[in-house]
């Protein structure tokens, strides 16, 4: 993170110890630091599960302790508009959409990115776990040094003219080093929970949630024979693979393995339901995705490379080639569990993430 002392940074602080060590660690860089609370969600404000309060006086403190300026947006419209929207329409529509992917791309890496410029800002910073590395003129992701907190699969739709001026300073460090830094800063925070929440809308019983904007439709659960074995809610309330929730254990003549959700039918409002965690059913090979999108330049495709369908799983081997549709397909050495529409298949050469697309 070489710098002058003329370059100005402005850092997303969310009020949780990565960001508060992003700023630490740029403040002992010689950067000129700013921060920035993005509060993002409106609705249920003064409920249980609104930590926005909290937050800002957690960033406030923070912002006391490091002594640097604290900006406070309310970018709840353009979140609404340019996520949450979206958010319900893939919901409605029976896939299981991935919130957090277009919230750095619409809001932490457009709108938040804007504004910073509009404060003089000569950079941008955020508390992700990735890397940007620089080669040829072009900015490229790479995966965050710490395996387990490794960010780049929702970072994977962001431009690579984005990535040029910003900077993840948590790159190189994994969680345990970020908690001690904080701690010996004296930090308040330094032990302050992982948010698991929705991006900006924080943890909540997610059912309750989704019932407020999208009327459930209760319908039957079949097994694969075509059985009814019980009732769902609710289609949006389940995600391809899911355990949970379903309400059918210790069905008279059934074996006694788990089941699991096989596959959602929208047009008669079905469940299909399967026992066993490596079901057939469950099990795919062969994926097809939407328009993709590449970080830098397009890959010549065909392609062998590795790829995630979900966050922190295992790098997978596959070639990926163009569809007539003009999506990708994507061809897995092995077979792989519960791949879900509406979620991403992240594409990576090594470290560095090449971009992604949605799955079909």
């Known amino acids: 993170m070489a710098t002058t002392q003329q370059d100005k940074v402005i850092v997303g602080l969310s009020g949780g110890v990565d960001s508060a060590v992003t700023a630490l660690l740029l403040i002992e860089h010689g950067y000129q630091v700013e ?42 419209s353009q979140y609404w508009d340019n996520v949450f929207d979206h958010f319900l329409v893939e919901y409605r529509a029976g896939r299981t959409p991935n919130p957090d992917v277009l919230c750095n791309r619409e809001i932490k890496f457009k709108v938040f990115s804007d504004y910073a410029n509009e404060l003089g800002a000569d950079f941008i910073a955020t508390g992700h776990y990735a890397r940007v590395v620089t080669r040829g003129g072009q900015a490229m992701l790479y995966k965050g040094n710490d395996a387990n907190k490794d960010q780049s699969y929702f970072l994977h739709a ?38 698991t929440g929705i991006c900006f809308i924080g943890e909540r019983r997610f059912k309750d949630f989704l019932e407020n904007y999208i009327p459930a439709q209760p319908g039957p659960i079949l097994d694969e024979h075509g059985k009814t074995i019980g009732q769902h809610q609710g289609l949006m309330y389940h ?15 059934a074996a006694d393995a788990p089941w699991y959700v096989a596959e959602k039918k929208m047009h008669s409002n079905t469940l299909i339901a399967v026992q066993g965690n490596q079901h057939p059913a469950l099990l795919k090979s062969v994926l097809q995705t939407e328009a993709p999108h590449w970080i830098n330049s397009a890959p010549t495709l065909p392609l062998a490379c590795s790829a995630k369908t979900r966050y922190r799983q295992p790098d997978q081997a596959c070639s990926v080639a163009t569809n007539p549709s003009g999506g990708l397909t994507v061809e897995f050495a092995a077979p792989q569990r519960a791949i879900t529409p509406g979620q991403y298949v992240v594409f990576y050469d090594g470290q560095h993430c090449l971009g992604g697309a949605v799955i079909q």
């Open 158 to 195: 962001v431009s690579g003219q984005q990535f040029v001026k910003t900077l993840f300073p948590l790159g190189e460090l994994t969680k345990t080093q970020v908690r001690h830094l904080a701690e010996k800063a004296g930090l308040h925070n330094h032990q302050k929970k992982d948010s």
């Open 239 to 253: 995600t391809i693979g899911q355990r949970q929730g379903l309400g059918i254990g210790g069905l008279d003549g």
């Open 35 to 76: 921060a920035m609370f993005m509060k993002n969600w409106n609705e249920d404000d003064g409920s249980e599960y609104c930590t926005a309060r909290t937050d800002l006086e957690d960033a406030l403190r923070i912002c006391d302790r490091l002594n640097i300026e604290l900006h406070t947006v309310n970018f709840a």
